[in-house]
């Protein structure tokens, strides 16, 4: 390999490694680096410097394999999350609470018993329980109401942010039409008890508060599905 | 750990961190545009990725932090690509030194906003966590890099 001697120090480098040297041991020397290599020199130092490109060691490879593999279930268990709940299904008993309600006063679940219930646990600013509201509820309301279902909507605050106050609450009621009674969820109560992944999750629960349908997110079949899961328990 | 690899494999252990930062970082830019209505990472009130999105410091004028970091994890990969095609030097500094520059400020913005989910937030996003380590190990492995002669040298 040919070296050179460096016009500043007079240490022989090898010529590929002249410019470096230069910059890194003399950066304050007034050298000319175009003109410290002839031509030849620097397509030699170029020719020289792509064979000299990094080399990957088997070792290298092994702790690369490892890091990756750490690292890649560590990304995997954090997003698939196997610890998270999937909370009350059909078939068990809806979970009992007591929330404070966007007028005045508080709501408890239990207190349905008797009447099938459209359990809704939703956001105002969450842009499928808007749809959902604007398209759906308030159909199956009209429908379904005048047979003894009763509704209840739980807002569960900060889900999607900024967190639902009792005017948002009631400018949402207002504008959709959904007028039954909307629980607020402050402290999480509703949401730990449900493990509440996705709003909205909407529940229909049967006269002993057992739950009859699940729907996370919106309702596939919209309408539909909340006619089906209704007349069932109606037995109509 | 890191003694006896070769300034490639260095490269290659930097390359396949970021890799892994950006897309973990991508997951959660992901998440902050299309997911609103929907809780993850969530295993209990105080790891919860869903509060520390809530909070006013998941965004920078309206831009997600989580995609400013997938724009430092290109930057990280850039460079070592650069690397790997025999750049050795990139203006006043080596290349080296710049991957050091850059994985540093990656650690410092992590490590900063860190201590704004344990301090201001109280809440711990795991996937933001593990997103810091990633840039601690670039860091460390930087590190070794810059501190790594080339073998070519006289």
Same mark, same amino acid.
């Given at each position: 390999?040919?070296?050179?001697?460096?016009? /500043?120090? $007079?240490?022989?480098?090898?010529?590929?490694?002249?410019?470096?040297?230069?910059?890194?041991?003399?950066?304050?020397?007034?050298?000319?680096?175009?003109?410290?290599?002839?031509?030849?020199?620097?397509?030699?130092?170029?020719?020289?410097?792509?064979?000299? %490109?990094?080399?990957?060691?088997?070792?290298?490879?092994?702790?690369?394999?490892?890091?990756?593999?750490?690292?890649?279930?560590?990304?995997?268990?954090?997003?698939?999350?196997?610890?998270?709940?999937?909370?009350?299904?059909?078939?068990?008993?809806?979970?009992?609470?007591?929330?404070?309600?966007?007028?005045?006063?508080?709501?408890?679940?239990?207190?349905?018993?008797?009447?099938?219930?459209?359990?809704? &646990?939703?956001?105002?600013?969450?842009?499928?329980?808007?749809?959902?509201?604007?398209? /759906?509820?308030?159909?199956?309301?009209?429908?379904?109401?005048?047979?003894?279902?009763?509704?209840?909507?739980?807002?569960?605050?900060?889900?999607?942010?900024?967190?639902?106050?009792?005017?948002?609450?009631?400018?949402?009621?207002?504008?959709? $039409?959904?007028?039954?009674?909307?629980?607020? +969820?402050?402290?999480?109560?509703?949401?730990?008890?449900?493990?509440?992944?996705?709003?909205?999750?909407?529940?229909? &629960?049967? %006269?002993?508060? /057992?739950?009859?349908?699940?729907?996370? $997110?919106?309702?596939?079949?919209?309408?539909? +599905?909340?006619?089906?899961?209704?007349?069932?328990?109606?037995?109509? | 750990?890191?003694?006896?690899?070769?300034?490639?494999?260095?490269? *290659?252990?930097?390359?396949?961190?970021?890799?892994?930062?950006?897309?973990?970082?991508?997951? @959660?830019?992901?998440?902050?545009?299309?997911?609103?209505?929907?809780?993850?990472?969530?295993?209990?009130?105080?790891?919860?990725?869903?509060?520390?999105?809530?909070?006013?410091?998941?965004?920078?004028?309206?831009?997600?932090?989580?995609?400013?970091?997938?724009?430092?994890?290109?930057? @990280?990969?850039?460079?070592?690509?650069?690397?790997?095609?025999?750049?050795?030097?990139?203006?006043?500094?080596? *290349?080296?030194?710049?991957? *050091?520059?850059?994985?540093?400020?990656?650690?410092? *913005?992590?490590?900063?906003?860190? @201590?704004?989910?344990?301090?201001?937030?109280?809440?711990?996003?795991?996937?933001?966590?593990?997103?810091?380590?990633?840039?601690?190990?670039?860091?460390?492995?930087?590190?070794?890099?810059?501190?790594?002669?080339?073998?070519?040298?006289?």
């Amino acid at each position: 390999m040919a070296t050179k001697k460096c016009p /500043v120090c $007079g240490v022989p480098v090898k010529v590929e490694n002249l410019e470096r040297h230069l910059r890194n041991q003399h950066p304050r020397a007034d050298v000319d680096l175009t003109s410290a290599l002839t031509e030849q020199e620097r397509r030699e130092a170029q020719r020289a410097k792509a064979a000299a %490109r990094p080399a990957i060691t088997t070792k290298g490879m092994r702790w690369v394999a490892i890091i990756a593999v750490v690292v890649a279930v560590i990304l995997i268990l954090a997003i698939w999350n196997p610890l998270r709940g999937i909370g009350p299904g059909v078939g068990q008993v809806a979970p009992d609470f007591t929330v404070e309600t966007s007028t005045v006063g508080t709501v408890t679940l239990s207190s349905y018993r008797e009447s099938p219930v459209v359990l809704e &646990l939703m956001d105002v600013d969450c842009s499928a329980c808007q749809l959902e509201a604007r398209d /759906v509820l308030p159909f199956v309301f009209q429908n379904y109401s005048g047979r003894g279902v009763r509704f209840l909507s739980v807002s569960l605050i900060g889900f999607v942010p900024p967190a639902d106050t009792k005017a948002t609450i009631e400018g949402f009621k207002s504008k959709y $039409g959904t007028n039954w009674a909307y629980g607020m +969820d402050t402290s999480g109560t509703v949401r730990n008890a449900y493990q509440v992944q996705y709003t909205p999750t909407t529940f229909i &629960l049967d %006269r002993n508060g /057992v739950i009859a349908a699940k729907f996370v $997110g919106r309702a596939p079949g919209g309408y539909g +599905d909340f006619a089906a899961a209704l007349d069932k328990i109606l037995g109509s | 750990m890191a003694s006896g690899l070769s300034r490639g494999d260095l490269l *290659l252990l930097i390359a396949v961190l970021a890799v892994f930062g950006a897309a973990d970082a991508a997951y @959660l830019t992901w998440q902050w545009y299309e997911a609103a209505s929907s809780s993850w990472c969530d295993l209990s009130s105080y790891f919860s990725c869903s509060r520390v999105r809530a909070s006013e410091f998941s965004s920078v004028g309206g831009i997600p932090t989580a995609l400013i970091a997938v724009a430092g994890f290109l930057v @990280l990969l850039v460079l070592v690509v650069l690397a790997f095609r025999g750049v050795d030097l990139l203006g006043p500094w080596s *290349l080296d030194r710049w991957l *050091l520059v850059f994985a540093g400020i990656g650690a410092l *913005l992590g490590l900063g906003l860190t @201590l704004v989910e344990i301090f201001v937030i109280a809440a711990i996003c795991i996937l933001c966590v593990i997103g810091f380590a990633i840039d601690l190990g670039i860091l460390f492995f930087a590190w070794r890099l810059d501190n790594t002669p080339l073998e070519a040298e006289a």
